[in-house]
């Protein structure tokens, strides 16, 4: 089949990559516009477009697919099919039915849990011991299409929503190839997805990365995983300023630390929450690089009793949880 490949970041760039070497023929990819990044500003292409570059392929990157402009560039390529991994431009109704066999899109979850723009942040900040990804139709619902085929992943205690997506990106390839190698055959029927079950994964914003320390230590690990790599977990100085956060460990036995109290050793840096502690991994203090947060905490000096996510607010509310424990 001839393939217009719509995709941006990294995690699309295996799909792109097997369907490179498939029977298909990818015609054209389909992206976001370069972008500004790094310090210096620069403009820089999305991940999946400088693969296509590498290959010659035709790279489209309208702002918008509702312009006359970009639904003409697209009908003009004559596709068989669109596949579709973390795009992030809405596909407006009017384009939906412009390939043959419609647009279809690799979700990393098993439909319908997560539909949205952030699926496996949110299966790993809610615990959920298995995901997958599914290949599915594309219409004007928000992640509602009917079904082509699904795969299944256990999240590890350990995963952070970036290892995860590591796995799920690649293990998704292979899925959309085989999708796209069945409807071609004429093998393959999609099934509704069913009423129920059905849960929302919106991006999340820096905001959704704050640690509460009054949430358990199981929590607090979970919501540093989910937000590791990105958008960034972090949590307050008592001096107002941003503490990054790298990955934790829970220690559930340490129960004498108010939540947000940090306890600094040597080795260890505990930091109390609602229900236990967690071990600090790597943290950013402000204008720094990454390090074990045992030689920030040395460096900063800190104080005895000194409490993070510091507002007057945080600190009555992190009593009244404690006390609460206790």
């Keep these: 089949m001839r393939l217009l490949f719509a995709g941006s970041p990294a995690a699309a760039v295996p799909s792109l990559e097997a369907l490179l070497g498939s029977r298909h023929e990818v015609v054209a990819v389909l992206t976001r516009p370069d972008a500004r990044v790094g310090r210096g500003r620069t403009l820089q292409p999305s ?5 296509a570059h590498e290959h010659g392929l035709p790279v489209l990157a309208p702002p918008s697919l509702r312009t006359p402009q ?31 066999h419609g647009w279809v899109n690799l979700h990393f979850s ?20 298995v995901t997958g990804a ?12 009917p079904v082509y085929g699904t795969l299944t992943e256990t999240i590890r205690p350990t995963d952070t ?28 029927d999609p099934v509704a997805q069913p009423g129920d079950g059905v849960s929302l994964a919106p991006k999340l914003t820096p905001e959704d990365a704050r640690v509460r320390w009054t949430h358990p230590s199981s929590a607090v690990d979970r919501r540093i995983r989910g937000c590791t790599p990105a958008p960034g977990a972090w949590t307050t100085l008592p001096d107002g300023q941003r503490l990054g956060l790298g990955p934790v460990r829970p220690v559930p036995d340490v129960t004498d630390l108010r939540p947000g ?66």
Excluded at 162 to 181: F, K, P
């Design 47 to 51: 991940a999946v477009a400088a693969v």
């Design 70 to 100: 970009a639904a003409a560039q697209i009908a003009e390529l004559g596709v068989d099919a669109a596949p579709v991994v973390a795009y992030g431009v809405l596909v407006p109704a009017g384009l939906l039915d412009v390939p043959v």
């Design 110 to 129: 098993l439909l319908p849990a997560w539909r949205g723009a952030a699926p496996v942040q949110h299966a790993v900040m809610a615990g959920d011991e």
């Design 134 to 145: 599914s290949t599915f139709r594309l219409e004007e619902g928000l992640d509602t299409g």
């Design 161 to 188: 929503s970036g290892d995860l997506l590591g796995r799920l990106s690649v293990a998704g390839a292979q899925l959309l190839v085989q999708t796209l190698d069945a409807l071609e055959d004429g093998a393959l």
């Design 261 to 326: 109290e940090v306890r600094a050793d040597k080795r260890d840096v505990l930091v109390g929450t609602a229900a236990g502690a967690v071990r600090l991994g790597d943290v950013t203090a402000p204008g720094k690089r990454p390090m074990a947060a045992a030689d920030w905490a040395r460096g900063a000096r800190l104080a005895p009793g000194t409490t993070l996510g510091a507002s007057a607010a945080e600190a009555g509310v992190a009593a009244a949880a404690t006390a609460d424990h206790r």
